[in-house]
T-cell receptor
């Protein structure tokens, strides 16, 4: 157990809807990264939040947005869902930005129909 | 070409066999990671390497920085080792992970 939790575990949405996924980081960690893992592929970096600010972003469109709260928990929001957004969404927390060590949550499986 | 390439994509072994999974990368890195992912989706970190070799139980990981290559070895494989093994590198100012596509390992009893 890494101490990183994610909710919900599974989610089914319809194309065009909006979704919010949540992540609680490990105690003492102030950095959260989000990854998308499509079926049969390795995860892809979406973005990272450090002390409530975006600290890096991968090649994802603006309809993928995030927030980090003062307690360092984080949300991933996806607007205008597309079928290709169906994936496992993983968050990972780090003690500090720039740390090589990341601790993963169990993931949220999103299905878009 | 992907920045992190893994081989093989799929591997089936008999219990007790010695297993090697390879990883090559093409970018500058601050560290290389070997991760294990079970069918439920959760990812567990096995090793983080920046040089040399590390060993944990029956697992050994090596890295050659000059050749930009790493290997994960499993000695005396067991059916409980069956999982997806993923190589990932840390790079960039955010130290984000760039992942390989994974190796599906199945160890038969």
């Amino acid at each position: 157990e890494t101490g990183v939790t994610q909710s919900p575990t599974h989610l089914i949405k319809t194309r065009g809807q909006q979704v919010t996924l949540r992540c609680s980081s490990q105690s003492g960690h102030n950095t959260v990264s989000w990854y998308q893992q499509a079926l049969g592929q390795g995860p892809q970096f979406i973005f990272q939040y450090y002390r409530e600010e975006e600290n890096g972003r991968g090649n994802f469109p603006p309809r993928f947005s995030g927030l980090q709260f003062p307690n360092y928990s984080s949300e991933l929001n996806v607007n205008a869902l597309e079928l290709d957004d169906s994936a496992l969404y993983l968050c990972a927390s780090s003690r500090i930005a720039g740390s090589n060590e990341q601790y993963f949550g169990p993931g949220t499986r999103l299905t878009v129909t | 070409k992907n920045e992190v390439e893994q081989s093989p994509q799929n591997l089936t072994a008999q219990e007790g066999e010695f297993i090697t999974i390879n990883c090559s990368y093409s970018v500058g890195i601050s560290a290389l990671h070997w991760l294990q992912q079970h069918p439920g989706g959760g990812i567990v970190s096995l090793f983080m390497l920046s040089s040399g070799k590390k060993k944990h139980g029956r697992l050994i990981a090596t890295i050659n920085i000059q050749e930009k290559h790493s290997s994960l070895h499993i000695t005396a494989s067991h059916p409980r080792d069956s999982a997806v093994y993923i190589c990932a590198v840390t790079s960039g100012s955010a130290r984000q992970l760039t992942f390989g596509s994974g190796t599906q390992l199945t160890v038969l009893p």
